[in-house]
């Protein structure tokens, strides 16, 4: 995978997919925290948690998701159902990981809390504002949607302050950011295979997805030509999703964790 500035053939990226896309190659990727449940409904809660806290380093993200999951237990969506927001906030008083605190993991679970209450799962959530058509308005409108939702007693006030951190673990593409982490938890929901585990199986196209972009994943896709755009912004995202469709237009971001692998060199500990 030497190529420079233009895509590489079709044998060379399926290579590539078929050298990273492994289980064993998994760790340390948040994803670990998110496989596994038998249930779908605390398979999305996990997902969500665990994509809202995937940035920098992916060894110290997996050191915070640690420290989270002990408080959610094995089964999440019934400890954020039923689960005392007080407690969390206890357990999670000396949870710092960059600038989030315990209380805004708190307050995130109080958010979600509030979305089951009123949809039963995310995934009706997101169906209900999915109009089929392109993915970005509709990862807008479900942020909006959770961020919507009544904090207290995690938060003092009935909305969410504007600028506010818990805002920042559930960044939409709205304003034209690349909404790495939110693409990241539709692709665990959407994508079925040896790594995603699809608990939405079925209820989003795969073709509609966009790749999760990072810093590894934008340094690739100008390496092999799928992009000449310098920013990590939406537009990159889907620009080189675009490119990326002339490979496998049925499932374009199947080849997200491999060009991840290759972007990062193989090396624990860079950011996802």
Not at 182 to 204: Q, S
Request: proline share 8%; with cysteine.
């Amino acid at each position: 995978m030497d190529a420079v500035r233009r895509g590489p053939t079709r044998a060379e990226l399926e290579r590539l997919y078929q050298l990273h896309h492994r289980p064993e190659n998994l760790h340390p990727d948040p994803l670990v925290m998110a496989r596994g449940f038998g249930d779908a409904g605390d398979g999305e809660v996990a997902g969500l948690v665990a994509a809202a806290l995937a940035y920098g380093r992916v060894d110290k993200i997996l050191e915070a998701l640690e420290a989270v999951f002990a408080v959610l237990g094995p089964r999440p969506r019934s400890e954020v159902l039923r689960g005392d927001p007080d407690r969390w906030a206890r357990e999670l008083r000396g949870f710092v990981y960059r600038f989030h605190r315990g209380r805004d993991v708190a307050a995130l679970l109080v958010l979600v809390r509030r979305a089951l209450e009123r949809w039963g799962s995310l995934r009706a959530l997101f169906r209900e504002g999915d109009d089929g058509g392109p993915i970005g308005p509709v990862l807008a409108r479900f942020c909006s949607a959770l961020l919507a939702g009544d904090p207290r007693p995690a938060l003092p006030g009935r909305t969410v302050p504007p600028g506010h951190p818990v805002r920042h673990l559930l960044a939409s593409p709205e304003r034209g950011g690349a909404a790495k982490r939110l693409c990241l938890f539709l692709r665990w929901m959407v994508r079925r295979d040896a790594l995603d585990p699809g608990y939405w199986w079925g209820a989003v196209d795969p073709a509609r997805l966009v790749v999760p972009l990072d810093t590894h994943v934008a340094r690739v896709g100008r390496r092999l030509g799928f992009t000449r755009r310098k920013g990590a912004d939406w537009k990159t995202a889907c620009e080189i999703t675009g490119a990326l469709r002339a490979y496998d237009p049925l499932d374009p971001v199947r080849f997200d964790f491999c060009l991840f692998r290759y972007g990062m060199g193989v090396v624990e500990g860079r950011g996802r």
